[in-house]
Every structure is written in C-alpha cells, then in structure tokens.
Nanobody
Framework: QVQLVESGGGLVHTGGSLRLACTAS????????IGWFRQAPGKEREGVSC???????????YYADSVKGRFTISRDNAKNTVYLQMNTLKPEDTAVYYC???????????????????????WGQGTQVTVSS
C-alpha cells in the first residue's frame, strides 16, 4: 500500500523549532520530488518547500518567501524520509502541514515557484503545527 506519513508536529512557542518528517511506505521517495504544503484555518493550502528527486544532480530546492532562511528541506534516502527543519517559528506558521510526492521525471530541476500542488501523485494526512505567541 502506497502511503506518506507526516510526523513531528506539535505545539511550540514563538522562536522555537520543530522537525517534520515525511516517510513513505510502499514506494521509494528517491525518484520523486517532495513538497511540503500547509493550510491554516480559513486559508487555502500553500506551498512551503520542495526538493528535487535524487536524479537532479544539483539537488534543487524551493522555499516560499515567508519561510526562506528559517526552514530547511532535506532527504535521508536510507530512511526513505524527507525532513522539514523549521526554526524561528512564528505564530503565522501555525497550520496543518502536508507532504506530497510527484513523479516529475529524470533530472528535473525544481522551478522557481515550486510545483503546482495539483500535479502531485501522493499526499500524506497532515500534521498539526501550532506556534503560540
């Protein structure tokens, strides 16, 4: 069964850190670009970050302007997991965070704005991140 599972969410104070994990079962993440998205109450889901597949020798990434310099996306291929390290968290980061996987083809570089969420093949169920002021 193909599945993505997010973990690592929780409640932190402003300025705190969390590391989210996106772990796959039933398939390997190596050849997929992985995106992180979030949806705050009453708002549309938005792209946060994306990392290319291992076939992209440059290991390209994308970050939304709102998280640049604070969030870092990375892969651990041995664990079939992609991480989102979130530092200096702000109340406006409060949302449900989702990871998603897209088979975008070999050596594809993540475009400047990331991939549109509608093209992703697989989605996780989400993990809640709450940042208190």
């Amino acid at each position: 069964q193909v599945q993505l599972v997010e973990s690592g969410g929780g409640l932190v104070h402003t300025g705190g850190s969390l590391r989210l994990a996106c772990t796959a079962s039933g398939f390997t993440l190596d050849y997929y670009a992985i995106g992180w998205f979030r949806q705050a109450p009453g708002k549309e889901r938005e792209g946060v970050s994306c990392i290319s597949s291992i076939t992209d020798s440059d290991g390209s990434t994308y970050y939304a302007d709102s998280v640049k310099g604070r969030f870092t996306i990375s892969r651990d291929n041995a664990k079939n997991t992609v991480y989102l390290q979130m530092n200096t968290l702000k109340p406006e980061d409060t949302a449900v965070y989702y990871c998603a996987a897209v088979d975008i083809g070999l050596a594809a570089t993540v475009p400047p704005g990331g991939y549109h969420q509608h093209i992703y093949n697989y989605w996780g169920q989400g993990t809640q991140v709450t940042v208190s002021s």
